[in-house]
């Protein structure tokens, strides 16, 4: 129907095979099936004060979880690679006050212990074919968030989900972030065409990040409409108390009043859909 | 503010030094400035019966414009060029059954008396850098609906539109329809962030064409919602009774009670935002 | 054996039915079959003394066509246009000086008879899907250099070649001049594989156009070397005078004795194959 | 020159703070500053017989070492993925028998010690970006070969190297192997600009992997010598002895005496330049 052959490379998760949304559950929230869920928080973990604060913030404006980020993969090797255990640590410290579960990257499997208090592990673009990475992932107990690498195919995209799938781990996130293309102003291009692709052809959740699509503030409240109206079943969002002076990828967060606008308009969307 | 220097290469398209919306009026139908406006109809006129029929069709279902083909750019010269200066007159036989204004492609400066009876002349994706069909439509006094080049950047996009409204005609339509990527399932990949992007750059109304964009009639609903909350000021979708049997782009193609309730859902959309 | 299906939809130009090379004749010189050509000269004619004198040095360093424009498509309306009239003017002046014959961009139909001394008609690359631009040069007895469009396909190159060859003019020249890609250093990328795919789908010789390719004099010489050793039936370079001073595209031109030294070495390429 | 910033960012490989060529040197051969490097060998080891085999044919035709994959990094997890530990005792035996050097793909820092035996290092595409095993490469004392990924950058490839070069490892060879576009008939499509822009930019070796860039044996030949004429340091070829038959990437394999006759031609043009 969509020019793929769903066939036995994608036993797990295909949708013929499958034809059953799978629901991933992350404490009281819920993806798939039906169940949409709102992911904020910031780039880079920086502080107690600033990761405990936005996640304040972003739970007042209805998120259901926090993302923050403490292993950083950064293009250069000179520039900030976050907290690492000490970031994980200030998330434990935000997600006790707020009672938000949390979404942190790995970068490796040697890390995972550091991870014990993660509720969501987060594979970044880069790593999105790091198969020794996703195998490892596909034998822990707790759900994983898959995002498409820049320079990746939807197919690839499903095959390593696969990978994780295969090893036990059926609790797999797909996240569409943006693709590279010869487009000049923004970071990359959203593909948001890739959203009802990959819920025709997979029985995966499907969630969309607007701020690494593009890469500029302005662009993400429109985009995560279109990825609420296109029918992604939840949306990532970075939110920095203070843009200006982020560590990492300022330029395209979102202030908490500007992403509780949005999740406003998110949830009449949601209600017309 | 997004990466690109607005100056004199814009000057009558661009936000700055026009800082407000430009209107487009199409018989009583407007687009731009708030105005939202549903184009709608067949890839190629066929026939009377099929013309007048589903122009009928989609005036019932709320449609603003009825579009539909008669010069058809193809990539082979031995595909169905289109009916020409017959399919014209279909096309003046359904504006006067239903009332509405019609568009339809203009493919060289020649064929401009053919289009007297036309309300809104498209520029296709191909021709998007034919200057000097560019500098014709120019001086002419009607809409011009100015398609996206699937290899083309918004800045030439915007520089097109310059041609244009730099001869005297500023009633310009812009139109996203998809750019090519590495993406392997759809036609073209749909450039949704570049709806924000060019009403942020500038003074002109921007729609979208999600059956270009797609190829793929399932895509179309759910991308149509997309273009809707991310910002989009009209839709131009393709509709066929018969998509089986189209002799052009049938894949593509919604039946009219697809769109109709597309179209209902849009509404319901755009009242939210 | 390369994916694609040489059928009917190539019937003018495809390899199984036209085994037998393209050899197209320009005065004494010939391009296909083995036959070799260097097309050189300015992106764009600016006066006497400059293409003049340009002509004499590309004869001297062994070219076998003097390029230049005089009819320039511009992605701005508020660019520096060409000489049209007065440049086709200019360009015969040196074609009696030298001997060499001369190539010419066209941009319309209706300009056809003011090229009646140019011995080669260039189709841009913008306009590589004009089709009535196409259609028109199929029906009259001259060479014509058809330039793939930077977002066009090998398909796509060869279907807009069908539409000349089928309309009776099977003189026809494909050139690849680079796509649009993620890469950002170069203004396209140099897509040389393209060259042996064609010459391995139809019968017609394929040039390549470095120059444009890169807009980078520096990376001019290497990829005109790679191009030959690739098997190109020949090059088309641009060397200007005085490139700091150019009208158009100065940072992509060689001055005249980096393009004799060019020009040397691919002879030297040349004996080796 | 290039309009890239070459600053701190690369303070360990560019050109301007390091204007010497670094020299790579593996056993008896060398890489960089003038030297060239010819690498071929099957993409996986299947058995000692065709290991063994292949080293021999390829010593025959002059290559300076023996590529063989051990650790096969596959989009699918149910395809073939190597011999690994055994992989790498064949290799071994083949590097006994022949004297080549041998050059292996890695893929976790934890199957480091496996490698001992192995002279070169190499970090597949897909890995380009997993910083985890770039730190660790960059505390040994052995060259690494960086492949670029397809959806990545020329500044992030060498990034990448940067990555290595400053734990302290500067022996690093950088590899253009194809990026992703919209071109149809290829698996990738060979951007051969990038050599000459790396070069420029940076003191590193460069070598051009054909096979996987093209992914049909037939366009291995012409893109081999483009890239030697383009100014290549050395060629990374797949050849095996019965392609039909390979586990892996058979259609872009070249037989042995086709792989002979190449490198015949390479010297040719080596010659020349």
């Known amino acids: 129907m969509y020019g793929i052959e769903i066939d036995e490379q994608y036993r797990c998760c295909n949708r013929i095979h499958n034809p059953e949304d799978i629901i991933v559950k992350i404490g009281s929230a819920?993806?798939?099936?039906?169940?949409?869920?709102?992911?904020a928080g910031p780039c880079s973990v920086e502080s107690e004060e600033q990761i405990v604060g936005i996640a304040n913030e972003v739970k007042k404006a209805g998120a259901d979880l926090l993302r923050g980020g403490a292993f950083k993969p950064r293009t250069s090797p000179y520039d900030?690679?976050?907290l690492k255990a000490e970031g994980l640590r200030l998330l434990s410290i935000a997600?006790?006050?707020?009672?938000?579960?949390i979404v942190?990257?790995?970068?490796?499997?040697?890390?995972?212990?550091?991870?014990?208090d993660v509720d969501v592990l987060q594979v970044g673009a880069r790593n999105m074919?790091?198969?020794?990475?996703?195998n490892e992932l596909g034998m822990i107990h707790k759900p994983i968030l898959l995002k498409r690498g820049p320079g990746n195919t939807v197919n690839e995209l499903l095959m390593?989900?696969?990978?994780?799938?295969?090893?036990?781990?059926?609790?797999?996130?797909l996240c569409e972030r943006g693709i590279r293309t010869f487009c000049e102003h923004t970071r990359n291009t959203l593909d948001l065409s890739a959203v009802p692709l990959l819920k025709g052809l997979s029985c995966?959740?499907?969630?969309?990040?607007?701020s690494h699509a593009t890469g500029i503030s302005r662009l993400v409240p429109p985009m995560a409409l279109a990825a609420v109206a296109g029918g992604a079943d939840g949306l990532m969002?970075?939110?920095?108390?203070?843009?200006?002076?982020?560590?990492?990828?300022g330029p395209q967060a979102l202030r908490p009043e500007e992403y509780a606008a949005v999740a406003e308009k998110v949830r009449q969307i949601r209600a017309v859909l």
Chains 1, 2, 3, 4 share one sequence.
């Open 95 to 101: 997600k006790k006050e707020t009672g938000l579960p």
């Open 204 to 210: 995966l959740p499907v969630i969309v990040d607007p």
């Open 129 to 134: 074919q790091n198969f020794e990475l996703l």
């Open 30 to 39: 819920e993806i798939g099936g039906g169940h949409f869920c709102m992911i």
């Open 160 to 173: 390593s989900a696969e990978y994780i799938m295969s090893k036990g781990n059926r609790q797999v996130i």
């Open 104 to 116: 942190s990257e790995i970068m490796s499997p040697r890390d995972l212990e550091l991870f014990e």
């Open 237 to 249: 969002i970075e939110v920095h108390n203070d843009p200006e002076k982020a560590l990492c990828d």
């Open 80 to 82: 900030f690679a976050g």
